[in-house]
């Protein structure tokens, strides 16, 4: 007899779809190997400062989406803010995304929007279709732009040359003629006042629901239950039998200050010779709060090994092609969902995974009760 069903990692995307199922009457078990809920959004309230901590580096709400915005706000309360980032390059300090500010500030000049737009024009290179990361910078904001902000900060993320990176990447970065600093355009923005974990744990309260901390699943053991929706990594359910897709991973080296040490949340730090690529500050994520002691993060990025936790999908052309080999064997697999950002190789921020965790539960339900197949993927990783 089937155990019920069972989601392996407790992050949003188990966390909802367990929730929508258990909403509709179905028993579920949540497994996550650390001792925490939330995955990488992890929040804990630090003993000595009171500083509420953003474990995996800093996670900010924002989204355009109406029913997602009503779901976490179901579930925790909401208080707003905006990411307003700052970045230090060649002893000074500027305002992103790149702006009209950031612009004017760095060619010493006071142009207006348009006076701007033309002058941008005359700097960037005519590149019709943009091929790579190095491609996209030199026409959208010129090579002294591009230098400036992009290229060091680009290099130290990825471990690579911007020229090997895809294009893709820079197109979701703004570039306003206007002095807007807000980092993201989405209506709804904000942070859990409590933080993450507990947002995710008030979605996971539910009689129907049992989580299991600092346990691991053997996928081997799919066939005893109903039905698992997997969202570890895509390779790790095959037992990297194939090989292990790439990720890049984040160390952090924590330092502790009184007082306002950097005076915003997060400083990028995007010239070459600074080792780490960005320093946050994690009180000023809660502004509602004053604390007197303040904690905060340098952060390096490396090649993810087998131990590390994954944050960013690589997905440059050796990836993919084992990334479809991977989704092949997937198709032969029966009795599981892969979701979320490691099942399906994909980044994504917590709003889509949320979206997605919605839809997926959904189509789960819609075909458990017309005897149809459920779904493989919450989204297709291809």
């Not at 790579?132 to 680009?154: H, I, N, R």
């Not at 949340?265 to 320093?279: C, E, G, K, L, Q």
Request: charged letters at 20%; glycine letters at 8%.
């Amino acid at each position: 007899m089937a155990n019920g069903y069972l989601m392996v990692g407790a992050g949003f995307s188990g966390a909802v779809v367990a929730r929508h199922l258990a909403d509709a009457g179905l028993p579920c078990t949540v497994v996550d190997s650390r001792s925490h809920v939330a995955g990488n959004c992890h929040t804990a309230r630090d003993a000595d400062t009171g500083v509420m901590v953003h474990t995996y580096g800093p996670h900010i709400f924002h989204t355009a989406d109406d029913e997602v915005w009503d779901y976490v706000r179901r579930h925790a309360t909401f208080h707003p803010y905006k990411n307003r980032v700052k970045s230090t390059h060649a002893g000074q300090v500027y305002t992103l995304p790149v702006n009209l500010h950031t612009m004017n500030q760095f060619f010493r000049t006071a142009l207006r929007p348009e006076e701007m737009r033309a002058h941008v024009a005359t700097l960037t290179a005519d590149i019709p279709e943009p091929r790579s990361f190095e491609d996209q910078a030199l026409a959208f904001v010129g090579p002294e732009l591009y230098a400036a902000f992009f290229k060091g900060y680009t290099e130290k993320q990825w471990g690579t040359s911007p020229a090997n990176l895809p294009a893709s990447i820079l197109k979701r970065l703004p570039l306003r003629f206007n002095y807007d600093d807000n980092y993201f355009a989405h209506p709804h923005q904000g942070m859990p006042r409590d933080g993450y974990t507990e947002l995710v744990a008030n979605i996971l309260d539910h009689p129907l629901i049992t989580v299991k901390l600092e346990t691991t699943f053997d996928p081997a053991d799919t066939g005893s239950w109903d039905h698992v929706f997997w969202s570890g990594p895509l390779d790790g359910f095959f037992g990297y039998a194939l090989g292990r897709l790439g990720y890049r991973t984040l160390d952090f080296e924590e330092f502790r200050a009184v007082g306002d040490w950097q005076g915003c949340a997060v400083m990028n730090h995007p010239d070459p010779d600074v080792t780490f690529t960005r320093i946050t500050e994690h009180k000023h994520f809660a502004p509602w709060e004053t604390h007197e002691k303040s904690v905060l993060y340098r952060e390096y990025a490396r090649a993810c090994g087998p131990e590390d936790t994954p944050y960013y999908p690589i997905r440059l052309v050796e990836e993919k092609a084992l990334l479809a080999d991977y989704v092949a064997r997937a198709r032969q697999t029966e009795g599981v969902t892969f979701m979320g950002r490691l099942g399906t190789y994909r980044y994504l921020d917590m709003d889509v995974t949320i979206r997605e965790a919605l839809d997926t539960a959904r189509a789960f339900l819609a075909a458990h009760q017309s005897g149809d197949t459920p779904p493989l993927f919450s989204q297709a990783p291809l």
